[in-house]
T-cell receptor, first 116, second 112 residues
Framework: EPEVTQTPSHQVTQMGQEVILRCVPISNHLYFYWYRQILGQKVEFLVSFYNNEISEKSEIFDDQFSVERPDGSNFTLKIRSTKLEDSAMYFC??????????????FGPGTRLTVL | SQQGEEDPQALSIQEGENATMNCSYKTSINNLQWYRQNSGRGLVHLILIRSNEREKHSGRLRVTLDTSKKSSSLLITASRAADTASYFCATDMKTSYDKVIFGPGTSLSVIP
């Protein structure tokens, strides 16, 4: 069964450094998402992406964050100048085209980001 | 802001019993989804129910949706120890359907 994959599984970085989290969505999906989950807390929406542009973003997704689909398969989240509070699990998700609503979103296993 | 809120926050039951979790939200939605998350792992999609549906079944899972009360319930019948996990509802808004909001989740423990 097709699945969303994410790399790396765990990323450790120093405060102030830039990180790029990578995702390979399911191949026929057109909608892509990033979420984060701080340890012990709920899953928070960051951004959705469709047709090579951001379709929705949350208050969390400020200028520190950016997303890109550099080729036909990868979807990346870049975090510039990381802060301690960026430490979290970051999940990528994708869904098929939909007539109304995002439809079923399939999640990757996540990347655990630790900022020291 | 629109948000799914689950209750109870934590639920502990014996294997074989049924588990019911509830979710409430604030604004009109297109869809409501339920996800499971095992400790430290990713999110597994369980069921999606659309705003024009009232009930859906999938194996031992039954989901209901009451849009007049802005609430949903997830029933797991004949629970197993392997059902131990956190369960989240996730909603999208009619006016912003690409943005999915997760509730804080219910932590379910099924005791063998």
């Amino acid at each position: 069964e097709p699945e969303v994959t994410q790399t790396p599984s765990h990323q450790v970085t120093q405060m102030g450094q830039e990180v790029i989290l990578r995702c390979v969505p399911i191949s026929n999906h057109l909608y892509f998402y990033w979420y984060r989950q701080i340890l012990g807390q709920k899953v928070e929406f960051l951004v959705s992406f469709y047709n090579n542009e951001i379709s929705e973003k949350s208050e969390i997704f400020d200028d520190q964050f950016s997303v890109e689909r550099p080729d036909g398969s990868n979807f990346t989240l870049k975090i510039r100048s990381t802060k301690l509070e960026d430490s979290a699990m970051y999940f990528c998700a994708s869904s098929e085209a939909h007539g109304g609503g995002p439809g079923t979103q399939y999640f990757g296993p996540g990347t655990r980001l630790t900022v020291l | 802001s629109q948000q799914g809120e689950e209750d109870p926050q934590a639920l502990s039951i014996q294997e074989g019993e049924n588990a019911t979790m509830n979710c409430s939200y604030k604004t009109s939605i297109n869809n409501l989804q339920w996800y499971r998350q095992n400790s430290g792992r990713g999110l597994v999609h369980l069921i999606l129910i659309r705003s024009n549906e009232r009930e859906k079944h999938s194996g031992r899972l039954r989901v209901t949706l009451d849009t007049s009360k802005k609430s949903s319930s997830l029933l797991i019948t004949a629970s197993r120890a392997a059902d131990t996990a956190s369960y989240f509802c996730a909603t999208d808004m009619k006016t912003s359907y690409d943005k999915v909001i997760f509730g804080p989740g219910t932590s379910l423990s099924v005791i063998p």
